[in-house]
């Protein structure tokens, strides 16, 4: 038998003003899944975020995640993070003026349960040891990697079973981006699934298990990730070859 998605998103529209960013966007995530959105600057891969964590409102169409609709139920983000879905926005907005240790607890916020969270801040000091060191460093002084990894561990923080990532590569050394994809395969492996927006395309399907290529909002490819790496249309427009 088939597993039933964790998330699926199905002719969905949203934009900005009398704008429409996305049109009639399909896409699925299942458990276990590392999925991922390539495509160029504007085509849509952050408002697709933005839109499935309930911060931009969906014009049309459906967001079912584990059988809800966040969409005809108009579940608020904070109540979307409660079910199970964290959103770690682009790496630099973490909050700069609060600790690393105030960005962790505010990432927590919607829970009631002292003692799970206290095992997953350990958990995420495991996965990213220097947020440990700096725990008492404002968020704005971190560098570029860790202010990302602070952003996913923020996100982890709530104990999701979907993590949404935009850009987790952006702007960061080659090495760290290596590192912050070994911390995705990871947690990964540990049970959670990743729907990951990224501009470096060759990174983000080397480690997804299936991939969907967004041009001006809507879905134009989708394959696994080995797929897609080999697809003559992705070579040419996304992997500079
Ligand atoms: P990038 O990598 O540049 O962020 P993207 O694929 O994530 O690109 P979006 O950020 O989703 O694309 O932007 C899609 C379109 O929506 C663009 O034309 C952008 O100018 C527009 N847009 C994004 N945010 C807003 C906003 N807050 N108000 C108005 N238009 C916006």
Known sequence: AATAPLLQVEDLEAGYGPINVLHRLHLTVYPGEIVAIIGANGAGKTTTLMTISGIVKARTGRILFQGRDLVAEKIPAHDIVRLGLAHAPEGRKIFPRLT???????????????????????????????????????????????????AIARALMARPRLLLLDEPSLGLAPQVVVQIFQ????????????????????????HAHRGYVLETGRVTLTGTGEELLHDPRVRAAYLGE
């Open 100 to 150: 690393v240790r105030e960005n962790l607890d505010l990432g927590a916020f919607t829970r009631r349960d002292p003692q799970g969270v206290a095992e997953d801040l350990e958990k995420v000091f495991t996965l990213f040891p220097i947020l440990r060191q700096r725990q008492h460093q404002l968020g704005g002084l971190l560098s570029g990697g860790e202010q990302q990894m602070l």
């Open 183 to 206: 911390v995705i395969r990871e947690l990964n492996r540990q049970g959670v699934s990743v729907l990951l927006v990224e501009q470096n395309a060759r990174m983000a399907l080397k």
